[in-house]
């Protein structure tokens, strides 16, 4: 079945350390997403890429950075410039040349804690 | 910049009745969305609405748009416990601006 997997679903990181959250699709999207969501809070765009080698920054991009040499993979790497990285983040994807009612298609997220 | 705009942020409701959610946005979409998200868990989706004057309907939940006043709600009929989840709305242009959503709780 075609989907969006996130990996992992929790992660711990240590002050001062960048980790990198994985996303993949196998739905042959052009588009994917990063949302962050802080409790209680709707989700914020962190980076967006509509094509492979190409991505743009969202509204929080800072303490951010991502990559998209694939066009099935988006990785989004939390580095040490982010202060507050403690949040679920969602990462989504889209058909971008031939759209659907279907819309954006979500991961299960992951979970980072900062200890 | 599009601004998204839910409420309520909260709302306790009893089982058997009627409740709507109300979602402004500030400039003109391509499509507007409603998800539902269970604690913990990724976004569900329920419906996109394309044009205006749209209006769907899955089981309890009917959501409508209006282009034209920038609205669009999520109408529930005779509530039940299963419902109790947080909404969002989104709309889309470039990208996609989520509201800040409604936590809903059905009361037994």
């Known amino acids: 079945d075609g989907g969006i997997t996130q990996s992992p679903k929790y992660l711990f990181r240590k002050e001062g350390q960048n980790v990198t959250l994985s996303c993949e699709q196998n739905?042959?999207?052009?588009?994917m997403y990063w949302y962050r969501q802080d409790p209680g809070q709707g989700l914020r765009l962190i980076y967006y890429?509509?094509?492979?080698?190409?991505?743009q920054k969202g509204d929080i991009a800072e303490g951010y950075s991502v990559s998209r040499e694939k066009k099935e993979s988006f990785p989004l790497t939390v580095t040490s410039a982010q202060k507050n990285p403690t949040a679920f983040y969602l990462c989504?994807?889209?058909?971008?040349?031939?759209?659907?009612?279907?819309?954006?298609?979500f991961g299960s997220g992951t979970r980072l804690t900062v200890v | 910049e599009l601004k998204v705009e839910q409420n309520p942020l909260f709302l306790s409701m009893q089982e058997g009745k009627n409740y709507t959610i109300y979602c402004n946005y500030s400039?003109?979409?391509?499509?507007l969305y409603w998800y539902r998200q269970d604690p913990g868990k990724s976004l569900e989706s329920l419906f996109v609405?394309?044009?205006?004057?749209a209006v769907k309907q899955e089981g309890r939940l009917m959501a409508s748009l209006d282009t034209k006043a920038r609205l669009s709600t999520l109408h529930i009929t005779a509530a039940v416990h299963d419902l109790s989840a947080t909404y969002f709305c989104?709309?889309?242009?470039?990208?996609?601006?989520f509201g800040t959503g409604t936590r809903l709780t059905i009361i037994p």
């Open positions: 989504a994807s889209r058909e971008v040349m031939i759209p659907t009612v279907d819309g954006y298609t």
């Open positions: 739905l042959n999207h052009d588009a």
């Open positions: 890429s509509q094509i492979v080698n190409d991505f």
């Open positions: 400039t003109t979409s391509d499509r």
């Open positions: 609405l394309l044009s205006n004057g």
């Open positions: 989104a709309v889309a242009r470039a990208k996609l601006t």
